[in-house]
């Protein structure tokens, strides 16, 4: 079994160490939520970047969905694999069953290991391909029915639920999370979705919450990003 590495070496060879590209955001620093409309006094809705230290891919083989989810969820310390639709959080981290065969294992913090589900499926490390952003605030249940055809509604959608939706016609996958919607953005089309999901914010009331805008993430600290 390959030894546990440290969140920081791991982050460390994300910002260019062993030919890794830099882990940086997508979302520029000039993308701005627009002002509050007149009568407003607050925001209702807050939209923050949540970077992950990891973003693993599992793909069970149909006869052995068992083994593979007892492996990705063992990766951050879960107990059991979580059902269809569902997700499960730990110390390190989360796992979400996004499809059926399919878990995807969220690294918050910690040593970061691989998934080993051996011969019970295959991994893919998606850390480069999603870029996480979360919508809080009292508005952001009204904010995500304008922008996903689903009902987002504690009742219909309570924390720990997962879904798969579209948002400007890009898939994205959304978990319910205490307080707030965590929101997985391709990475390539995360700008256009930011501001997107700004726009259509503004009658509600948005902010853009501190992010990690134009810099990378460097060990276990958020670092300036190289220019070319």
Do not use: N, Y
């Not at 996903?148 to 319910?176: C, K, M, N, Y």
């Amino acid at each position: 079994m390959p030894e546990a590495v440290a969140i920081s070496e791991v982050m460390t060879a994300a910002a260019g160490g062993e030919g890794a590209p830099a882990l940086t955001s997508p979302l520029p620093a000039a993308l701005a939520a627009p002002a509050l409309l007149r009568g407003m006094e607050a925001a209702q809705v807050t939209l923050s970047e949540a970077p992950m230290a990891a973003l693993w891919q599992v793909t069970a083989w149909p006869e052995a969905l068992a083994a593979a989810g007892t492996a990705a969820a063992a990766s951050v310390g879960v107990g059991t694999a979580p059902g269809p639709g569902q997700a499960l959080t730990a110390g390190l981290g989360a796992v979400l069953r996004t499809e059926p065969l399919r878990f995807w294992v969220v690294v918050e913090d910690g040593p970061v290991r691989s998934p080993e589900p051996g011969e019970a499926g295959t991994v893919l490390d998606l850390t480069q391909a999603r870029w996480r952003v979360r919508l809080s605030g009292p508005g952001r249940v009204a904010l995500m029915a304008r922008l996903g055809p689903l009902d987002w509604r504690a009742q219909a959608f309570p924390v720990g639920r997962v879904a798969s939706t579209e948002i400007g016609h890009v898939g994205v996958t959304v978990q319910a999370e205490p307080e707030a919607f965590a929101l997985f953005l391709p990475r390539s089309f995360a700008e256009a979705l930011a501001g997107l999901i700004l726009e259509t914010g503004q009658s509600l009331g948005i902010a853009r919450g501190e992010g990690v805008a134009g810099r990378a993430l460097a060990g276990d600290r958020l670092a300036p990003a190289h220019k070319p």
